[in-house]
């Protein structure tokens, strides 16, 4: 049946990306600046032994890390967007480089017909040195996979393909005990007939054959049922993790779902197969607790994996979430880092249960080089792209498809061949997408292009997900050129999403155009120049709210791209 499955995705990909042949006017961008100015990072600058938190700005979900000596390893969950789980590196959990994705084969992974926040998610990454191995497990979504774990011995040069896992359920871990036998944890549904109410879920573990690459049969027992007091009705127990030390094992899971309730608790139990105690300090990270109204927000707090630091203290990593003016989520949930004190029974997060600072100090004999020497930048940056060099930096994605089914870099920039889906379809798009990465940012793009007919668009895009964007291209009607600005939004009661021209602008196309993006906080504005100075408004200023995960849905954030369609499907009145 696996051979069966991925015969017909690979199929299926070839007729898709067939059916697009180049066409004579393929739209060519020649460059793009994203600019990000927060104000919480000009009012608290770094000083000497400071780096900022998050550490991954932008819809870099779910993180887990690993060590092996001193090298780290960090991956997150990317939903359709591909490559899926992107992995970086970092020698000292401050300055990180960006490695790609896992799952990189198209043949292997194929989240083509997904929603955007399904693909894959809540990645688990463990070093084995029982066997000097790297073991990615994560739940995939798409293609008929379920729960996969894929190997490497060394995550710079590539992983292995994926092995499809028996046992269902999400958000699945593995750890290897200190004798090299090996347990996989994982949130699952409760037995047939004993869900107790709306959210109620529990742990599994599982005995994990490393010869086989699987878990084995039978072994599977429910450590924990409901959360940490199952008699005030915990919801949404997820995310475990199994940790050893002074020979007692550790579960840490995420409680209370991945909004304003998340939350981190610890269990303690002399067994990996439990029983499991929960601490009487629960939770261990959370900031549910605090006014809506404080500065400089950071909420939503969990889903966490612990490391030893280079400074032979504890970190953790963990998701939380930046909201704008309005509490609206458009940056995604980002990746953050705590030192976790650990001196005592059981580990708490330094800080982590009171308003999250935006600055921390450094491990010790640690310089901040992000940024700098191929570093991810972080805080307020710029970043400038002419896609002149042989590599395309890994932070331009893919949607449910490879960017290189639609990409060519030349010598005159980058030729985005259009697809024949548009942006609202639920199929791979011509997109290049960037991540937006900060409340307040710009995003210009300079494009060469013109249109043959109304079918033609390229522009940009501002895009939560397929039923949630802002289109800003041009295209044509009759022998006139359009700049075009659309509004697509939810769907309405017949499923069909609410498409709304906001306004539209005959232009002519003598040369280049720049096009951009900006927002501060949730006031987006979408703006041209054919001098290359003068840039002029289209449609005012436009709300940010449907680009929010509170108001779209989901859980990423949202995506600035390069677009481009033969199957447009704005029409323009006479």
Same mark, same amino acid.
């Given at each position: ?9 690979? *199929? ?39 780096? !900022? ?18 090298? !780290?390893?960090?991956?997150?969950? *990317? ?8 992995? $970086? ?93 090996? !347990? ?82 610890? @269990? ?39 490391? #030893? ?8 990593? $963990? ?152 289109? @800003? ?13 659309? #509004? ?46 003068? $840039? ?39």
């Amino acid at each position: 049946m696996v051979v069966l499955s991925l015969f017909a995705m690979v *199929s299926f990909t070839v007729a898709e990306y067939s059916t697009y042949p180049p066409k004579k006017n393929v739209p060519i961008f020649t460059k793009v600046i994203y600019e990000g100015n927060d104000q919480v990072y000009n009012d608290y600058p770094l000083e000497e032994g400071e780096f !900022y938190n998050p550490i991954l700005q932008g819809c870099y979900p779910d993180p887990s890390i690993t060590r092996k000596g001193d090298d !780290y390893y960090m991956v997150c969950s *990317s939903f359709a967007m591909f490559p899926g789980v992107p992995i $970086f590196h970092s020698k000292d959990l401050v300055n990180w480089t960006d490695l790609g994705g896992v799952l990189d084969d198209i043949t292997e992974f194929n989240p083509h017909d997904t929603g955007i926040s399904q693909g894959v998610y809540a990645p688990g990454i463990t070093y084995n040195p029982h066997n000097d191995t790297f073991y990615m497990i994560v739940t995939a979504f798409s293609g008929g996979l379920g729960n996969i774990i894929v190997k490497t011995k060394d995550p710079m040069k590539g992983w292995g393909s994926p092995k499809k896992l028996d046992f269902g359920g999400i958000d699945p871990s593995i750890f290897f005990d200190d004798d090299g036998k090996a !347990y996989v944890v994982h949130n699952d549904a409760p037995d047939k007939g004993k869900e107790l109410y709306n959210g109620h879920r529990v742990i599994k573990i599982w005995e994990y054959d490393i010869e086989k690459d699987q878990v084995i049969a039978g072994t599977d027992e429910i450590i924990v049922d409901g959360g940490v007091d199952i008699t005030e009705k915990p919801i949404w127990i997820e995310a475990p993790h199994i940790y050893k030390k002074d020979g007692s094992y550790y579960l840490m899971c995420a409680e209370g779902g991945t909004g304003d309730w998340h939350s981190e608790v610890i @269990f303690k139990s002399d067994s990996p197969k439990g029983p499991y105690i929960p601490a009487p300090s629960n939770p261990i990270l959370t900031q549910r607790y605090f006014p809506k109204d404080r500065e400089n927000m950071v909420d939503w707090a969990g889903h966490a994996d612990l490391v #030893k630091g280079p400074d032979d203290q504890y970190y953790g990593v $963990f998701l939380a979430i930046r909201p704008n003016e309005e509490n609206r989520v458009n940056t995604g949930r980002e990746t953050f880092i705590l030192p976790v004190d650990w001196s005592g029974e059981y580990p708490v997060f330094e800080n982590g249960l009171v308003p999250i600072e935006p600055k921390l100090k450094m491990p010790k004999g640690v310089t901040n080089k992000t940024g700098q020497d191929g570093f991810i930048p972080n805080g307020n940056f710029t970043f400038e792209e002419d896609f002149s060099s042989d590599k395309l930096d890994y932070r331009w994605i893919g949607l449910r498809g490879t960017r290189e089914a639609f990409i060519k870099q030349t010598k005159k920039g980058l030729e985005i061949t259009p697809f024949s889906t548009n942006i609202k379809e639920r199929k791979p798009t011509s997109t290049l997408f960037h991540r937006q990465q900060h409340k307040t940012f710009s995003f210009t793009t300079t494009l060469e292009y013109e249109p043959k007919s109304e079918k033609d668009m390229a522009g940009v895009t501002a895009y939560q997900n397929e039923n949630s964007n802002y289109v @800003f291209g041009i295209t044509k009607k009759g022998k006139q050129n359009y700049l075009v600005l659309q #509004k697509n939004s939810k769907p309405n009661w017949r499923g069909e999403t609410v498409s709304k021209i906001i306004a539209t602008e005959p232009i002519d196309l003598d040369g280049p155009i720049d096009l951009n993006i900006s927002a501060e906080g949730d006031k987006y504005q979408f703006s041209y120049a054919v001098n290359g100075s003068d $840039f002029k408004t289209v449609g005012g200023t436009v709300s940010g709210d449907i680009l929010s995960t509170d108001v779209a849905g989901g859980f990423t954030g949202a995506l600035l791209g390069l677009y481009a369609t033969s199957g447009n499907d704005i029409i323009l009145e006479d």
